[in-house]
């Protein structure tokens, strides 16, 4: 049988690396065969573990791009993870049709937008796949409103692609991100 594909999406401090880590234990619970993977690029804390905002962490295999996806893989796992997809290119989409399609249920979890409200497009192939999309929300910095949906960027520098935490970024609702932005 073919697997399940599942994504995870929202805004920062969402719980995204929170939801993936409870699938993964889930499956090692289950003395099931996983591999856990995450861009190098996301080097924010330890490059060979993925952390949430609340420093629960698990090993992670550090990859560039999604070709090193598949050579990594023994055949036998029963589940693949996947966090920060995001700053993954967007043949990732095939490398996980690929994973789901030969039985392999796969979890991936990414920011849906930029600061800009722009979409992550390796997110939205991803969501298209999906069997499951499970779309979390932040409490709002601003207001207090559990309606965080977008991620703000507090300071000017860098760029759409620009690793970091809560020195530059907040999560907000997008009553707030527009007010924000009109105060600019
Ligand atoms: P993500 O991967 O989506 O950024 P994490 O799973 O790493 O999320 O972090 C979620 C944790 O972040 C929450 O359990 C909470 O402890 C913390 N947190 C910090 N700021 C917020 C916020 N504004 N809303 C919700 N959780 C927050
Ligand atoms: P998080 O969703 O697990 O909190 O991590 C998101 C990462 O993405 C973090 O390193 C900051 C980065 N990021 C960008 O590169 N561009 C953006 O537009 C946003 C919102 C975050
Ligand atoms: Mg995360």
């Known amino acids: 049988a073919t697997g399940n594909l599942v994504v995870i999406v929202g805004p920062m401090y969402s719980g995204k690396t929170s939801e993936l880590i409870s699938f993964i ?39 560039n791009n999604s070709a090193e996806i598949l050579p990594r893989l023994d055949g036998d796992e029963k589940a693949i993870f996947i966090d920060e997809i ?44 999906a069997d499951t999309v499970i779309k979390k929300k932040a409490v709002c910095h601003e207001c207090g409103e559990y309606k965080g949906t977008i ?8 760029g759409e692609i620009d690793v970091g935490g809560f020195e530059k970024y907040i999560a907000v609702c997008r009553d707030c991100y527009l007010e924000l932005n009109k105060s600019k």
């Open 25 to 63: 234990e889930i499956y090692t619970l289950g003395k099931k065969k996983i591999k856990v993977f995450k861009p190098l690029l996301d080097n924010r804390y330890n490059e060979t573990s993925i952390v949430s905002h609340s420093n629960t962490s698990v090993k992670a295999i550090p990859i």
């Open 86 to 129: 995001q700053f993954l290119d967007e043949s990732l989409r095939e490398v996980v049709v690929e994973m789901i399609n030969s039985g392999k249920d796969v979890y991936c979890a990414g920011l849906d937008l930029s600061y800009k409200n722009n979409p992550f497009k390796v997110t939205s192939l991803l969501m298209s796949h």
């Open 151 to 158: 991620t703000y960027k507090t300071v000017e520098n860098g």
